[in-house]
């Protein structure tokens, strides 16, 4: 049980009470009432969030969470010489021990920023989801492919979905996780729909990612990648595209017609960073009803896994980018950060808000600090002023993960220390290998 | 004494040394040694800092420090709703107490966030400098004033600067602090700069903040707000400009002439909030030898007075509006922080680095986090990765101000408290006046 304020919302309508409790039973949140009431409540635990807001946990919607490993290793470089150079030849060296330590590394991070669940597209996933069932956090888990690696990239992305379905206790879910409309053919993507239809399951994958890809797919087969998802029945599954910077006005129709499946993480960092021209056109798809998820990518470009950080670039870059300061307001951005991000990993009805029903997955934002103080707007505290370094407790499904800072399921020096030894082999790029070209 | 990693630099060279520790005496830095020379020194105390680095403290070359009082409060609005609807109405009110204790939060805000130096300007700043006398933090200050004030405000403004130059044992220094041309009339910038030239002050002001104001300047009166501060003989005195998000073309000329004795700081978060379409041109000021230094601006349009998110977002989004990945790389995100901007307040030779003979101000940033964890390039990690909350230490003249995160200085519970009490009294909006009209 907590208590301070609390944030939860629908629709936009984020609502604040204040001096509130949440009362918390098997996993899920069974009621929200005031303090007072909750004092009676028979409790096998009291958290004592005064001064504090409770707010759903943060939903890192598209990350590739191993990645950490090369966090800071390819800097201040173009996309192509980021992949060609640096990062697809040091993933061939990767090893399922990397995996399972930079996975590791990632959830520490990811938790004591305050993200209670992330979607993750990555290689040697049965690693990750083994550390997402030992740590504790929620995750939505796709093993990635390339066509490049023949029928059995596609095949070990099934059997990864299948055999993961409802693991950790459920906090597991899985998708199909082609890697992109670039690096996978048509009828790779065509036989994926099918199976995404056949086993009931999502598709996450990235999508014109930056407008060189749309132009490219254009110049190359007449359509943009948006309409490569359509064509080749992709979009008649639940999809979540990342990225979405190169989306053209001719693809919002598209998108519109998969209303109610479809959603975009933005990971805005990195668009900045690689100097990509356009961001993901957030106005142009809440106006067809497409949800917008919150990300950090990889940290190998993003450099953290701050959805924190997320949060607020997304506010000052959509009203940077609109030319509007009244666009993206501070309780839009937490909507994003919160149910828009649930639904997007197609978790709408579980977690991103604070209501009776939902799973607990919550954190405590301690809002002492002379950064900010004083409130006279609490979401503009929350996305312009706090840090993810304000959250105190993270708690999933009812299980604390961190309690004042201190985290409760992972070693992190530990792990540092045991990645520190992996560097050398996985650093080595004198072979000349690459898991793949980057050729849009 | 520290022991750790140490950074400093000039030219952009940023060098790093392992293993290095800090040996300062009487406010100074005495040497830089190995780590296991300096375990012979005597010492009156040693700072361990494994597992740190040892940075030059950053420096807030634009703020306007007491205004966190009213940070969050104007939310979501253009730039001329934001000045005349709330924060110019509200600024009527202000009283020397209002002042004070913003200082003080800000000052709180600011140490915790490894700021060492803060350049600010604002009305009541005799509070300010007795806040900076007390909590131990260097600063330069300058009494805003706009022409509506008669000649007075100007007077106050020389007063402000001669009495208060050299304060709090030499951590003072001060500067002549005219609004902007657009509120401050030719003849008073005028005669500001024949003052500055025979009392040998500096000019800290705003200008052409925005495109707006010089696209009006221009119509006007046929010459940019910077041809203005030529015109009137500003541009002869040693000039800190803010913001110059609207320097043009035709500018640069009139800048390199003034090369030397001009910097301009930039505040990038607020442009993108406010949706201004331009940032500060820091490559075409690089170009033409002017330095940059880095900034929050006030808490009221930023949010925060966080110089390490700055730090990171120029160094994103001059990537972003250069179109070049390679451009405005870690290390030099790392120059503007420290050199440029000692050199912006005018402290070039006395701060920005960590030299035998330059004042001891100094942060130890810790890197254990999982969020900077591995270190493959230090810059990056600084810049990209690491938060302003991974601060542990902040040191000013050889005297420690935080340590292990806690304020030795200020009592912010107290600060807050005193200044939730004069909440309705600043914020009373009913009596319809304003300090000033805003009108480009």
Redo the contacts between chains.
Sequence with gaps: MTRGHVAHGEEERITFLEDAAVVVRDGLVDAVVPAAEAAGVPAVERLDARGQVAMPGLVNCHTHAPM??????A?????EEWFNDVVWPVESNLTEKDVELGAR??C??MI??GVTCFADHYFAMDAVAAVVAECGIRAHLGQAYFSSQGEQGRQQSLEFALHHRGGAHGRITTALAPHAPYTVTDADLAATADLARAHGLPVHLHASENRDQADTSLARHGVTPIEVLERTGVLDADVLIAHGTGILERDLSVLARARGRTAVASAP?G???????TTTPIRALREIGVPVGLATDG?ASN????VWESMALT???Q??T??????L??RQALHHATLQSARAVGLGDRIGSIAPGRRADIVLVDL????T?????LA??LV??A????VRTTIVDGRILMRDRELLTLD??A??RE??ER?PALLDRSHGRRIQEYDT
Tied chains: 1, 2.
């Design positions: 950490v490993a090369l966090r800071g290793l800097e201040d470089l173009p996309t590394l990632a520490a991070e004591r920023g960092r668009y900045l960073k690689f100097a990509w021209p940290a450099n953290s896994l701050d506010s000052l870059i009203k940077s609109e030319g509007d300061p009244r666009w307001t501070s002492t600090g002379p950064h103080q004083p409130v006279h707007d503009a505290t312009h002023s840090r993810s370094s304000d992190v020096p792990v540092v990645l520190g560097m």
